[in-house]
Structures are given as structure tokens and as C-alpha cells.
């Protein structure tokens, strides 16, 4: 019993001091949100919050112009997410119940292969394919490419397969159609790994540069990620890292209020295999 009680006080310890290395460059960037502009330069650096987060949040809002920035990051997140789980689900759906698919394991095979390829690779010919359309600056191009998606197509298929087949067959039987069976016994179903694919496509959309930089052009399409950047002052100025990290607060608040809406979701979502 010793033992035990020595051993769980070491992994407790253990993951404490790994869960304050993690948290701390976010303590501290709430540390500096709170500071002003000389206390922020100031040595030895300042640990403790003071009284300027709202002020300094309110310069950061109108400096970056963060309301259309979070608008912008919002509405392609959530929408990208959305369109996520709908094709994931058709897609799993289809591999999982239409066993006479000509070609299904070459295409579920291809599926998973756009794992391999990051974003990087991809930037240059999805550009073409978006400037070929005219999409450049809209918000077509900034949530179309992100329609499909290996990791929910992978998810709901892994669901549907723990689906007794007997009970497609009483739908059949009942006089339920493929897309009735889906919508009203397999969708239900998948309530919580709906939630936790949400969650992660919202996160990911959310925090994505890279391609919103390269593909918006103006400042009323740019995302909250890139109006961090804007808050960063020239070469020839000193930075002012309270605003700026009072912006990244602010960029921070919608995925934590998310992680909290979909919590327990997200951890039904992802323990239900092992449940079954």
C-alpha cells in the first residue's frame, strides 16, 4: 500500500510540474496583457498581473481592428467545421454500407494519404485552382479547401463499423431508405463524435496563418491570427508586447469557450471505442 500511495504521489508530482511548464508562457501572457507599455520593458521581467488588461485590450480592438478580424475567423471556422462533419459523414457512410463500391479501398487508401501532405506542399497549386476561380479575397477560398477531411472520414467510418449490421438490415426491412437510416439512426449515433470533430476542425481553422495570409489581400478579410501581426509595430519601433499580447487574450477566448462548451464531448467522442 506504501508502495502505491509512493508511486501515485510520484505521477501526480510528475504530471503538476509538467501542467505548470505547459501553462506558464500562457500565465505570462496574461501577466503582460495586464502591464503598460514601461512595465512591460522593465528588469528583472514582472511575474505578478497589474491593472491594464481592459485598457490594453481596448488599444489592441481598435489598433488591429479585431472585431472583423474575429468575425472573419469565426464564420470560416465554424463554417469549415460544419462542412467538415456533413462530407465526413457521407463519406464513412458510403465506405461503410456500400460493400459493391467498385474501388472503395483505393479511394478510402487516397483519403488517407492527404494526411502526408501538409499544407506547405498544397499552398501553391490550391492558390492556382483558387485564382482560376476568382476566389482570391473571399471567403469561398478560405473555407472550400478545407472542406474535406481524412480525419473525420476515418472517425465515423470506425463508428459506423461498431453498428450491428442487423440493424441496417430491420431499416431495409422497415422500408427505410439508405439516406433515412442515415439521418435517423446512424446521424444520432454520432452525436459526440460529431461534437469532438467540431471542436478539433474549429481549433484547427481558428489558428491557421498561413493560408489565410497568402490568399486574402485585404485588411476586411484577414483573420485574428494575422491581426496579431499587424499589432506587432515596425522595425523602427519598439514593440508593444502588453497590446500585443492583450490581442492574443483575445484571440485565445473563442477556442477555450469552445473547449469548454464541448469538454465532455470531446472526451465521450474519443473514449466511446474503447467503452465498447
Not at 500511495?5 to 496574461?30: A, D, G, H, N, W
Not at 440493424?167 to 422497415?174: M, Q, T
Not at 515596425?234 to 462548451?261: F, K, R
Amino acid at each position: 500500500m506504501r508502495a502505491y500511495r509512493r508511486q501515485k504521489t510520484q505521477v501526480y508530482t510528475i504530471l503538476t510540474i509538467l501542467t505548470l511548464v505547459v501553462m506558464f508562457p500562457i500565465y505570462y501572457t496574461f501577466v503582460m496583457a495586464t502591464l503598460n507599455s514601461v512595465q512591460s520593458y522593465s528588469y528583472p521581467p514582472r511575474f505578478l498581473p497589474s491593472s491594464h488588461l481592459f485598457e490594453n485590450m481596448k488599444e489592441a480592438w481598435k489598433r488591429a481592428g479585431m472585431g472583423r478580424l474575429m468575425f472573419n475567423s469565426a464564420f470560416t471556422a465554424t463554417i469549415v467545421a460544419v462542412a467538415k462533419i456533413c462530407f465526413s459523414i457521407l463519406a464513412a457512410f458510403a465506405f461503410t454500407y456500400f460493400g459493391d463500391f467498385k474501388g472503395k479501398y483505393l479511394f478510402f487508401g487516397l483519403i488517407l494519404i492527404t494526411h502526408m501532405l501538409p499544407l506547405p506542399v498544397r499552398l501553391l497549386p490550391t492558390y492556382d485552382m483558387m485564382k482560376s476561380f476568382g476566389w482570391v479575397n473571399t471567403y469561398y477560398a478560405l473555407t472550400i479547401p478545407f472542406f474535406a477531411s481524412a480525419t473525420g472520414t476515418l472517425l465515423f467510418r470506425q463508428l459506423f463499423l461498431t453498428v450491428p449490421s442487423s440493424l441496417a438490415d430491420a431499416a431495409r426491412i422497415d422500408g427505410a431508405g439508405p439516406m433515412r437510416f442515415l439521418w435517423h439512426i446512424l446521424v444520432p449515433l454520432s452525436k459526440t463524435n460529431m461534437g469532438a470533430l467540431f471542436l478539433i476542425e474549429f481549433n484547427y481553422i481558428w489558428n491557421e496563418y498561413l493560408w489565410p495570409l497568402v490568399i486574402t489581400t485585404t485588411k476586411e478579410m484577414r483573420v485574428v491570427q494575422i491581426g496579431i501581426k499587424i499589432l506587432l509595430a515596425s522595425e523602427a519601433q519598439a514593440a508593444d508586447w502588453n497590446t500585443i499580447m492583450a490581442g492574443t487574450i483575445m484571440a485565445m477566448l473563442p477556442p477555450l469557450i469552445m473547449l469548454l462548451i464541448f469538454q465532455r464531448t470531446f472526451m465521450e467522442g474519443f473514449s466511446m471505442k474503447e467503452e465498447k
